[in-house]
Every structure is written in C-alpha cells, then in structure tokens.
T-cell receptor, first 113, second 109 residues
Framework: EAGVAQSPRYKIIEKRQSVAFWCNPI?????LYWYQQILGQGPKLLIQ????????DSQLPKDRFSAERLKGVDSTLKIQPAKLEDSAVYLC???????????FGQGTRLTVV | GEDVEQSLFLSVREGDSSVINCTYT??????LYWYKQEPGAGLQLLTY?????DMKQDQRLTVLLNKKDKHLSLRIADTQTGDSAIYFC?????????FGKGTMLLVSP
C-alpha cells in the first residue's frame, strides 16, 4: 500500500514570497490533516478535512495560509506571503476515520530567509 | 502550555528497558497514540490504545493507560540503538489529534 506522498521535500523562499505544498493521501482515507512542526516542538494542527469539507481550521492563520482539498483526494496548502516564523516542517497525514490513527508523509521542510 | 505533557529527554543503555511517560488532559479521548520520529522523517505510528483498555502489548512495546490519572506510558523492552528517536504521545480531542512536544530517546551502546 502506498503511503502519504508530499512534495516538494525541501523549499527555500524569501520572506513575502508565496509557496505551495502538495499532498496525496493514502487511497480511501477520508480524513486529511496538515500539521506544522517547528523545530523542537510537536506537530500543531493547521487544518483537518473530512472528504472535501473542513472539520477544524481554528489554528490556521487565515490571513496568509489557505488550503483546499478538491474532490476529496489531493490537497494543497499555500502560504502567501511567507514570514520568517513560517520556517518549519509541514506534515500531511491521512486516516480512515476522524478518530483513527493517522499516517504521515515525509513532510516538506520550508525555510524562509 | 501544552495540553499533552511529556518529559523531554531519556537516555538508556542498549538492552535496557525504556519507559516514556505522558499525561493528557481530555478524559473523553477515545484513542491514545504513540508515534516515533527519526531525524528528517515524518511520524511513524507505533501503537495505540483504546480508552477502555488498561494495557496493550505489541512485541517489544507495552502501553499502559491510567485513565484516573490521565497517564499514558510506553515501555520498550530490550532497547536497541535503532530505537533512538523522538517519541510523541497524542490524544484525540474533538476528533483531532493533539500531540505533546515529544521525548527524545537516546540509546547508547
């Protein structure tokens, strides 16, 4: 079974630029998560989708971050404009149900300079 | 502060047992999880326990749950150098996964 796929693996941008990350979840998984992991901390939930609907986006900085999950499969997370404090690893995860164990991709390491 | 609390660091010798502890806050959490993260990698689901269980054993891993104290522990028997990683405890709160800051386990030969 293929795991959660994310791209790119690494990205370096200047502050105020835009960036987008892509995630392809495990086939059949209805729930998709985007987490932000700052160095030395645990993952923090940014947004959670159930199929193509948003379940929780309470911690998403909506003035600069946006995410969509078209057709309930792939998802993209965008940051516009980026700030230095957005430097982190962005992890995508998926699960069969809301309360099931989530399976994570390798993450995208973003460096904002 | 963090809702899920973990000690930050644990050092053991190869062959010893490791015990990583976690306290959580939501008594209604249905599942509690342990994840492992190696350098530069994503999180790997190690094991989980349903809230109506006290203990779960999976090969070298034993999970103990004390619901009264909201305390979760992960015991790794016969710890190997390949077990060196950061271990995260996570709880389901309002249908989302909430993580602690992680415990760095260092296994020395």
């Amino acid at each position: 079974e293929a795991g959660v796929a994310q791209s790119p693996r690494y990205k370096i941008i200047e502050k105020r630029q835009s960036v987008a990350f892509w995630c392809n979840p495990i086939s059949g998984h209805a729930t998709l998560y985007w987490y932000q992991q700052i160095l030395g901390q645990g993952p923090k939930l940014l947004i959670q989708f159930q199929n193509n609907g948003v379940v929780d986006d309470s911690q998403l900085p909506k003035d600069r971050f946006s995410a969509e999950r078209l057709k309930g499969v792939d998802s993209t997370l965008k940051i516009q404009p980026a700030k230095l404090e957005d430097s982190a690893v962005y992890l995508c995860a998926s699960s069969l149900e809301n309360s099931g164990g989530a399976f994570f991709g390798q993450g995208t390491r973003l460096t904002v300079v | 502060g963090e809702d899920v609390e973990q000690s930050l660091f644990l050092s053991v010798r190869e062959g010893d047992s490791s015990v990583i502890n976690c306290t959580y806050t939501d008594s209604s959490s249905t599942y509690l999880y342990w994840y492992k993260q190696e350098p530069g990698a994503g999180l790997q689901l190690l094991t989980y326990i349903f809230s109506n269980m006290d203990m779960k054993q999976d090969q070298r891993l034993t999970v103990l749950l004390n619901k009264k104290d909201k305390h979760l522990s992960l015991r790794i028997a016969d710890t190997q150098t390949g077990d060196s990683a950061i271990y995260f405890c996570a709880e389901t709160r309002y249908s989302t996964l909430t993580f602690g800051k992680g415990t760095m386990l260092l296994v020395s030969p």
